[in-house]
Structure formats: structure tokens, C-alpha cells
């Protein structure tokens, strides 16, 4: 299902390896673990929000 997908990779937000961008930033030395998890953890609950309001929404906009 398309929404386990998009939960799944909200995590990949708070971690360094998530996605090749992020440890190339890493690697410069200028951002720590922590400088990480503080912005992913905004970054996954602005996600699923958005999610919930589409969900709310637009589905049963769509006769679902």
C-alpha cells in the first residue's frame, strides 16, 4: 500500500544515511546527528499531517 511506503521512508528525514544528499552534507562536518533528528522530527510531523488532511479531505472528495 502507497501509505505504509510514505510512512516508512517519513523516518528517512532524521537520520544521517537516509538519503545520499543528507550524509554528503554530513561528511562537510558542519551538521551533527542531532542537528538531524531536530529538523526530521518537524519534517515527519508536517508529513503526516498533510497525510491525515488528505485523508480527511481529498478522499472522500474522490467518492472513496
Known amino acids: ?3 505504509d511506503r510514505r510512512l516508512n521512508l ?5 537520520i544521517v544515511a537516509g538519503t545520499p544528499s543528507a550524509a ?3 561528511s562537510s ?6 542537528d ?4 526530521g522530527v518537524r519534517m515527519v ?3 503526516l499531517g ?3 488532511l488528505a485523508m ?6 474522490l467518492g472513496g
Not at 562536518?29 to 542531532?34: A, I, K, M, Q
Not at 480527511?56 to 472528495?61: L, R, V
Open 29 to 34: 562536518g558542519h551538521l551533527t546527528t542531532r
Open 36 to 39: 538531524f533528528l531536530r529538523v
Open 10 to 14: 517519513a523516518g528517512a528525514y532524521m
Open 45 to 47: 510531523a508536517v508529513s
Open 24 to 26: 554528503i552534507v554530513y
Open 50 to 52: 498533510v497525510l491525515w
Open 56 to 61: 480527511a479531505f481529498y478522499w472522500p472528495w
Open 1 to 3: 500500500c502507497i501509505i
